[in-house]
T-cell receptor, first 114, second 114 residues
């Protein structure tokens, strides 16, 4: 069973479109994250949610809007896509509680904006 | 602010040779340190982590890392590299609460020659 899954794996779209990426974890974790990996492989946090509540919101354009319908899901919606949004987006999750610090990552969604 | 530096962008080793990947961090308090590996087209897999205690930590796939507070380093080592170890390796640091973001280094790409 996949622990953290993302759909779609690849997403090719045109500038100006709106798209969503879905993430689900079946680990029973309380916190979920979105990271962006640019063309130079640099990984940077975008958002995190804990039990459906937004707790981290880095400096990300407000065209990006995360939504957490329940603690097992964290979706990323992107409006008015731009060329610079092309990247690999990773979802991750982690468990609350002492000693539970590692984050488990999904396989990534490669977004290409043309 | 926290930061992570991986000085080596690209390392090439022969199969069977030993490996050391460097990681330096900047953080005022006790850091929580991680090494992740990303195989081509894949997500990130946790190799090992350090929170406290023994400064030499063992991970999966025969990897180990040593935390040296005096040098602000957390270098990853493997005594004998296998061709399947070719991948991108990321060092990351987290703060003292487990729902916090991870700060990643820029990664080291490992190439293994037969």
């Amino acid at each position: 069973d996949t622990a953290v899954s993302q759909t779609p794996k690849y997403l090719v779209t045109q500038m100006g479109n709106d798209k969503s990426i879905k993430c689900e974890q079946n680990l029973g974790h309380d916190t979920m994250y979105w990271y962006k990996q640019d063309s130079k492989k640099f990984l940077k946090i975008m958002f995190s949610y804990n039990n459906k509540e937004l707790i981290i919101n880095e400096t990300v354009p407000n065209r990006f809007s995360p939504k957490s319908p329940d603690k097992a899901h964290l979706n990323l919606h992107i409006n008015s896509l731009e060329l610079g949004d092309s990247a690999v987006y990773f979802c991750a999750s982690s468990q609350d509680g002492p000693g539970s610090y590692e984050q488990y990552f999904g396989p990534g969604t490669r977004l290409t904006v043309t | 602010a926290q930061s992570v530096t991986q000085p080596d962008i690209h390392i090439t080793v022969s199969e069977g040779a030993s490996l050391e990947l460097r990681c330096n961090y900047s953080y005022g308090a006790t850091p929580y340190l991680f090494w992740y590996v990303q195989s081509p087209g894949q997500g990130l897999q946790l190799l090992l982590k350090y929170f406290s205690g023994d400064t030499l930590v063992q991970g999966i796939k025969g990897f180990e890392a040593e935390f040296k507070r005096s040098q602000s380093s957390f270098n990853l080592r493997k005594p004998s590299v296998h061709w399947s170890d070719a991948a991108e390796y990321f060092c990351a640091v987290g703060r003292s609460y487990n729902t916090d973001k991870l700060i990643f280094g820029t990664g080291t790409r490992l190439q293994v020659f037969p």
